[in-house]
């Protein structure tokens, strides 16, 4: 946050490439927690509604941006029900890392999308590859489906900031494949551009990992031989 909060942006080399030149353009961004990648958007010159269903990751965004001076709007909303909370189109829908994996409905997350796309708008998303979370805890054993309807519940010690945090959460998570997010997206009425799959992630997300280079971690035992992280970009048509 220091570093944030003095002018380093938030947003990796990644979505960085993906969303090209940002300036004057309108910017929904998905699922922003607390704001530090809508922030970064802004400060790029785009101009930025960001959504999110915490009410307290909404009320620290409007905090962090009151405090940059900041011209931003964000939203508290359920993203299925935004529809019914914003107005507008944007010329670029962005979300990005550990957000379809909270949904458990993939055609109604895209059809959400292409709602607020203007014409020839683009969806850019950058998310954790769903290959990773078949595997138990110790990265060593397949025990999830690749991609499946069925949810995920798990009990866990700490949290994804904090693993030695003394705190017991329960997640409900489901894996959803590329497949199934990139045809609900064409169901929605997009046009996919460009699918990119990378051996490395830009954050630890996971246990097991190694900063091989700075900025980009793999799991140690897998090397360079697994998919972390993947990207797309599509386009209303």
């Known amino acids: 946050m220091k570093a944030f909060m003095a002018g380093k942006s938030s947003l990796n080399q990644i ?103 203007a014409p020839k708008g683009q969806f850019v998303f950058v998310d954790f590859h769903p290959v990773v979370w078949m595997f138990d805890d110790d990265l060593k054993e397949v025990i999830y489906k690749y991609s499946s309807s069925e949810a995920i519940v798990e009990d866990e010690e700490g949290t994804y900031a904090d693993r030695n945090a003394d705190v017991l959460l329960r997640s409900v998570t489901c894996n959803h494949g590329i497949g199934q997010t990139v045809n609900s997206l064409i169901s929605a009425g997009l046009q996919l551009n460009d699918l990119q799959e990378y051996d490395y992630a830009p954050y630890p997300f996971i246990g097991h990992t190694e900063e091989f280079e700075p900025g980009k971690f793999r799991i140690k035992h897998f090397k360079n031989n697994l998919p972390l992280v993947y990207s797309l970009v599509a386009q209303d048509v």
């Open 15 to 117: 979505e960085l490439d993906l969303l090209g030149d940002v300036s004057g353009k309108r910017i929904l961004h998905l699922q922003c927690h607390f704001g530090q990648d809508s922030l970064s958007l802004s400060r790029m010159g785009a101009k930025v509604t960001a959504v999110d269903f915490s009410e307290k990751s909404i009320q620290k965004a409007k905090e962090i941006a009151k405090e940059l001076e900041i011209d931003i709007k964000f939203v508290c909303s359920d993203i299925y029900d935004l529809p019914n909370n914003l107005s507008g189109e944007f010329d670029i829908v962005f979300t990005s890392y550990g957000t379809v994996i909270w949904l458990p409905d993939t055609q109604k997350w895209a059809n959400v999308i292409e709602h607020f796309l």
